[in-house]
């Protein structure tokens, strides 16, 4: 079914449906497993902020953060293999920020504060869409944070000239992204790119116009517990030409 769907619907109609589904899932089990009580009690003992890494005294919407195990960013933790690179971010001049993948704006908003340039953030998920403006306005970065729906390479395309930090987290999508075809138009950009499924082997394989690395993402435990599915990683990938 899922196969016949995909062939019938337009690529933006069934990303959008395969997104509210994965959303929804991912609500019953972290209600189920305990891990929303956890994020509750989190709450209740430290607040809302974002306590250390890149983005500390970021605050989050009370209704986005109680539907999510976002814990480990509301300690600092999170991804903290990324850490290095965005706090040399400000240092590189970029033109905007790409955000693929923004679910609740958690990247957008946060790179917004930091750099006070355009963010871009795109997510077929309309709830998280709307998640990421509310998380904007409390931040007040609503004026710099841009949010669509699904980013495609015809988007690559226009945005191929600027000097850009790209953030992508879209769940095996990157591979439909980034193909041998496209790579050229990301020649000018920084790319952070998390890895789902044959993109672990697929993506690192092409020939990149860029310095990269893949970069395991690490077990944690407790409170700064990702609660991966199982082995990820990065693939960052730095602009030779800027």
Same mark, same amino acid.
């Given at each position: 079914?899922?196969?016949?769907?995909?062939?019938? @619907?337009?690529?933006?109609?069934?990303?959008?449906?395969?997104?509210?589904?994965?959303?929804?899932?991912?609500?019953?089990?972290?209600?189920?497993?305990?891990?929303?009580?956890?994020?509750?009690?989190?709450?209740?003992?430290?607040?809302?902020?974002?306590?250390?890494?890149?983005?500390?005294?970021?605050?989050?919407?009370?209704?986005?953060?109680?539907?999510?195990?976002?814990?480990?960013?509301?300690?600092?933790?999170?991804?903290?293999?990324?850490?290095?690179?965005?706090?040399?971010?400000?240092?590189?001049?970029?033109?905007?920020?790409?955000?693929?993948?923004?679910?609740?704006?958690?990247?957008?908003?946060?790179?917004?504060?930091?750099?006070?340039?355009?963010?871009?953030?795109?997510?077929?998920?309309?709830?998280?869409?709307?998640?990421?403006?509310?998380?904007?306005?409390?931040?007040?970065?609503?004026?710099?944070?841009?949010?669509?729906?699904?980013?495609?390479?015809?988007?690559?395309?226009?945005?191929?000239?600027?000097?850009?930090?790209?953030?992508?987290?879209?769940?095996?999508?990157?591979?439909?992204?980034?193909?041998?075809?496209?790579?050229? @138009?990301?020649?000018?950009?920084?790319?952070?790119?998390?890895?789902?499924?044959?993109?672990?082997?697929?993506?690192?394989?092409?020939?990149?116009?860029?310095?990269?690395?893949?970069?395991?993402?690490?077990?944690?435990?407790?409170?700064?517990?990702?609660?991966?599915?199982?082995?990820?990683?990065?693939?960052?990938?730095?602009?030779?030409?800027?």
């Amino acid at each position: 079914m899922r196969a016949l769907a995909e062939q019938v @619907l337009p690529r933006w109609v069934f990303e959008r449906i395969r997104a509210i589904r994965s959303r929804q899932w991912q609500v019953s089990f972290l209600h189920q497993s305990g891990l929303l009580h956890q994020v509750k009690k989190h709450i209740a003992c430290k607040g809302l902020k974002v306590l250390d890494g890149p983005f500390a005294g970021m605050t989050y919407p009370p209704d986005s953060a109680l539907i999510r195990w976002c814990v480990p960013k509301l300690v600092g933790s999170y991804e903290k293999e990324l850490h290095p690179f965005l706090f040399q971010a400000g240092a590189k001049g970029y033109d905007c920020v790409i955000d693929i993948g923004s679910a609740e704006g958690y990247y957008a908003c946060g790179l917004a504060r930091m750099l006070n340039i355009p963010v871009y953030a795109y997510d077929p998920e309309p709830k998280e869409k709307a998640f990421t403006i509310s998380m904007a306005k409390l931040n007040n970065v609503v004026h710099l944070v841009k949010a669509g729906n699904l980013f495609t390479p015809s988007d690559m395309k226009e945005f191929s000239s600027q000097r850009a930090l790209v953030v992508c987290d879209c769940e095996g999508f990157e591979e439909t992204l980034f193909t041998p075809t496209t790579l050229e @138009l990301t020649r000018r950009w920084d790319l952070l790119i998390e890895l789902h499924g044959s993109a672990e082997q697929v993506l690192p394989a092409l020939q990149w116009p860029h310095k990269t690395q893949v970069i395991p993402i690490q077990n944690r435990k407790g409170d700064e517990d990702e609660y991966r599915p199982g082995r990820q990683s990065f693939l960052v990938c730095e602009a030779m030409d800027s």
